[in-house]
Nanobody
Framework: QVQLVESGGGLVQAGGSLRLSCAASGSTGSINAMGWYRQAPGNQRELVASVTTGGIRNFADSVKGRFTISRFNVENTVDLQMNSLKPEDTAVYYC????????????WGQGTQVTVSS
């Protein structure tokens, strides 16, 4: 089992920045990749950014050039740096970890609200 605890988030004006942090505990040695998803009201949960333990990163087209994701490090944390925020970035952001062979395990944090005002 892997437990994920998120921090950061909050209210920011358009054009501002926020940093989300996710700390993993438990069977962290089984993790293959970590990432962030988001879900706005009425929308499906979507991938924002992810990084494998090998350092391969993937970003949603809508955040490329604005968001960065740190590498999963020895402290078992992954950070999402969000710059040039837009009102459409408003959502609940969830930390995710995938692990085990064929990524058969899928873990989620409790979610943190990000609100961008115009």
């Amino acid at each position: 089992q892997v437990q994920l605890v998120e921090s950061g988030g909050g209210l920011v004006q358009a054009g501002g920045s926020l940093r989300l942090s996710c700390a993993a505990s438990g069977s962290t040695g089984s993790i293959n990749a970590m990432g962030w998803y988001r879900q706005a009201p009425g929308n499906q949960r979507e991938l924002v950014a992810s990084v494998t333990t090998g350092g391969i990163r993937n970003f949603a087209d809508s955040v490329k050039g604005r968001f960065t994701i740190s590498r999963f490090n020895v402290e078992n944390t992954v950070d999402l740096q969000m710059n040039s925020l837009k009102p459409e970035d408003t959502a609940v952001y969830y930390c995710n970890a995938k692990g085990g062979s064929y990524n058969r395990y899928n873990y989620w944090g409790q979610g943190t609200q990000v609100t961008v005002s115009s």
